[in-house]
């Protein structure tokens, strides 16, 4: 299944893309796409559903986080062997995590703000993760069975703030705005290996990532098991589990992003997402 939240900010509903890539309101079978609702159970219960018997939503329709709710937004750093390279860092002996903060979390189609006193706002296409199961102290092998689905995230990024100033990253990756998820939840049966999915990233037009996630250093069993060995990862968190080359931190000469751009990224199976890019007095959003 293909599993998205649409309508205006604060006032979304659930719903689903049906087999012809209509949106439907699956608003009277469960109030939101949050963490009680994304169990296996509960999602074999919305698969059940003769989705022709729902309402059609329109296709212009605002399309929200694809997830509500989220507890924790947990992302991993320099997780491809790729990236690592073009950014000079070793790859790392264990995974490096950060936070970005649950205020950063947008739709998928929503402005990017830079934010007051940024030079070097950044762009990362990444495989998003959302828990649908309690993962505490969980094996690689069953790992997988704690997993609602998948959805592309950009982890937008301030490299001044992240990397030149004291302190860790988490501030330069926390900015509102800056966790566009969606535009769907896509359920595993979808995805028949999520480590071979093509992923790429363009900034008016111009493609700057072009990787795959078979290049992840540390795949998404190792990480779930990881993660679960230091916190308990519950219904609704999303893990963002890094990105391929091609960031403008590593490019030569670096690229940052500008007001009036534009970026559009996607996923294999995933969908794609849209971001104009506004300066923080320009955002008609807020």
Request: glycine fraction near 10%; proline fraction near 7%.
């Amino acid at each position: 299944m293909k599993l998205l939240r649409f309508g205006a900010p604060g006032q979304e509903k659930p719903g689903i893309v049906d087999a012809n890539g209509t949106i439907r309101d699956l608003s009277s079978h469960l109030s939101d796409l949050s963490g009680e609702h994304l169990d296996r159970r509960a999602l074999e219960r919305l698969a059940s559903i003769d989705t022709s018997t729902l309402p059609e939503v329109a296709a212009d329709i605002r399309l929200g986080p694809c997830v509500s709710g989220v507890g924790k937004f947990i992302c991993i750093g320099l997780n491809y062997s790729d990236h690592a390279a073009e950014t000079g860092a070793e790859v790392p002996p264990e995974p490096v995590i950060f936070n970005k903060w649950t205020s950063a979390i947008c739709g998928p189609n929503d402005n990017v703000v830079i934010p007051r006193n940024s030079q070097k706002t950044d762009w990362e296409v990444e495989l998003g993760v959302v828990i649908g199961k309690t993962a505490r102290y969980v094996d690689e092998a069953s790992a997988m069975d704690h997993v609602a689905g998948f959805c592309v995230v950009n982890d937008v990024s301030e490299r001044e703030f992240q990397l030149e100033r004291s302190g860790t990253w988490d501030k330069g990756k926390g900015c509102d705005t800056f966790g566009p998820l969606g535009p769907w939840l896509v359920t595993p049966d979808e995805i028949a290996d999520p480590h071979q999915l093509d992923m790429w990233l363009e900034v008016d037009g111009k493609r700057y990532q072009n990787g795959n996630t078979r290049t992840m250093v540390y795949q998404i069993p190792y990480l779930i098991s990881y993660l679960s060995q230091f916190m308990s990862l519950q219904p609704g968190d999303v893990i963002s589990t890094g990105t391929p080359p091609g960031v403008g931190m590593g490019q030569q000469p670096q690229v940052y992003l500008k007001p009036g751009q534009r970026m559009r990224l996607g996923i294999e199976g995933l969908g794609e997402q849209t971001q104009a890019v506004v300066a923080e007095s320009d955002d008609s959003t807020r």
